[in-house]
């Protein structure tokens, strides 16, 4: 099914590649591949399209003119702080911290919304960080706690798990306890 869907982008991308009726400014390129069947190679096509009378790209800019507001950014570049530095300085400020998908407010995974949930049950002050913003603090989180999945739950410096661990712990009356004396300021 997969193929059958790109093969029309496919015949599209690699005529308007080809025909050169209409010379173009812009000089973006794009790759589409297609899931070879068992009797086909990979088949590639490169460079700009047109659809619908507009021009399509995949490709991200790497001009030196390229004003600096498009460029990908890290939220926390610019702290002298390694990564490992700052998850351990989040951890240790923080009785609760949890790392998630999206933030408190609008969760961008279920699991993530569920351990907010169970949070936000206790009226405890907790602080997050979103994972989807910097990849290389999502690598950082996953290798401080050797757990390779979101969220990730802190409570008082200790690794408590993810979202199906601290359901459990609230169920049975264990999370009730972990957070029992930490208090909404």
Not at 105 to 113: A, D, I, K, V, Y
Not at 141 to 168: C, H, M, R
Not at 176 to 183: A, F, G, R, S, T
Request: net charge negative; with cysteine.
């Amino acid at each position: 099914m997969w193929r059958r869907l790109s093969t029309p982008l496919h015949r599209l991308a690699v005529a308007n590649i080809t025909s050169s009726s209409s010379p173009s400014r812009f000089r973006s390129s794009v790759t589409l591949f297609l899931r070879p069947s068992a009797s086909e190679s990979v088949a590639e096509a490169t460079g700009s399209f047109i659809h619908h009378g507009m021009q399509y790209s995949t490709t991200v800019p790497d001009e030196p003119d390229t004003h600096e507001d498009f460029r990908p950014t890290s939220k926390l570049e610019d702290s002298s702080l390694s990564l490992k530095d700052i998850v351990e300085q989040d951890i240790k400020e923080n009785p609760v911290m949890i790392y998630i998908k999206g933030v408190p407010e609008l969760p961008r995974c279920g699991f993530s919304s569920l351990a907010v949930r169970v949070l936000q049950e206790y009226n405890v002050p907790f602080s997050s960080r979103n994972i989807l913003e910097d990849p290389e603090l999502k690598d950082s989180v996953k290798a401080y706690s050797n757990w390779p999945t979101f969220p990730q739950i802190f409570i008082k410096g200790e690794f408590i798990g993810g979202s199906d661990i601290i359901l459990s712990m609230h169920k049975n009356g264990e999370l009730k306890e972990k957070l029992k004396d930490i208090v909404a300021e």
